[in-house]
């Protein structure tokens, strides 16, 4: 069983579309994550949430907006797309300050 | 703010040595630091979780160490092979996890 999973793996848009990217972990923890890998590969947390509550939100355009419906899963809404939103974007959980993150496999937005 | 930096961003080495790749953080105020690999294209596999009470952990031929006071961690591969070409990142966790650019390894056979 995957432990965090991410749909889809790869999504190309057109420029001003709305998309989603779906998040669930299986490990029981209590806070999850969205991080985004630019090009030039640099790992940047965008959003976590922690028990359903918004705790972290690093100068991201209100476009994005995480969405959690219960503890198991964010999944991450992208309004009126921009070419600069093309990234790897990686869901992730944890149980905070113990074990660790875990992270899913990535999705491979390509706006154009 | 957390800044991790990661030296050197990139290293060549024929296969069978050792190396060492190295981590420093500015806030020594940690709960744990997770050294990861990603290869090409691919998310990211969990290596070595070192908790802030810890000086080290190990894991085959990988050993983590953590030295908070400093804000350095070490992560050494004995006995390179080429399959362990690939970004190995290093990240600290305080209250969200803060990651450096990443070494970029390759194992020459």
């Known amino acids: 069983d995957t432990a965090v999973s991410q749909t889809p793996k790869y999504l190309v848009t057109q420029m001003g579309n709305d998309k989603s990217i779906k998040c669930e972990q299986n490990l029981g923890h209590d806070t999850m994550y969205w991080y985004k890998q630019d090009s030039k590969k640099f790992l940047k947390i965008m959003f976590s949430?922690?028990?359903?509550?918004?705790?972290i939100n690093e100068t991201v355009p209100n476009r994005f907006s995480p969405k959690s419906p219960d503890k198991a899963h964010l999944n991450l809404h992208i309004n009126s797309l921009e070419l600069g939103d093309s990234a790897v974007y990686f869901c992730?959980?944890?149980?905070?300050?113990?074990?660790?993150?875990?992270f899913g496999s990535g999705t491979r937005l390509t706006v154009v | 703010k957390q800044e991790v930096t990661q030296i050197p961003a990139a290293l060549s080495v024929p296969e069978g040595e050792n190396l060492v790749l190295n981590c420093s953080f500015t806030d020594s105020a940690i709960y744990n630091l997770q050294w990861f690999r990603q290869d090409p294209g691919k998310g990211l596999t969990s290596l070595l979780l070192i908790q802030s009470s810890q000086r080290e952990q190990t894991s085959g031929r990988l050993n983590a160490s953590l030295d908070k006071s400093s804000g350095r961690s070490t992560l050494y591969i004995a006995a390179s092979q080429p399959g362990d070409s690939a970004t190995y990142l290093c990240?600290?966790?305080?209250?969200?996890?803060?990651f450096g650019a990443g070494t970029r390894l390759t194992v020459k056979p």
């Open positions: 990240a600290v966790d305080r209250n969200d996890m803060r």
């Open positions: 992730a959980s944890s149980q905070v300050g113990v074990y660790g993150y875990t």
């Open positions: 949430y922690n028990n359903k509550e918004l705790i």
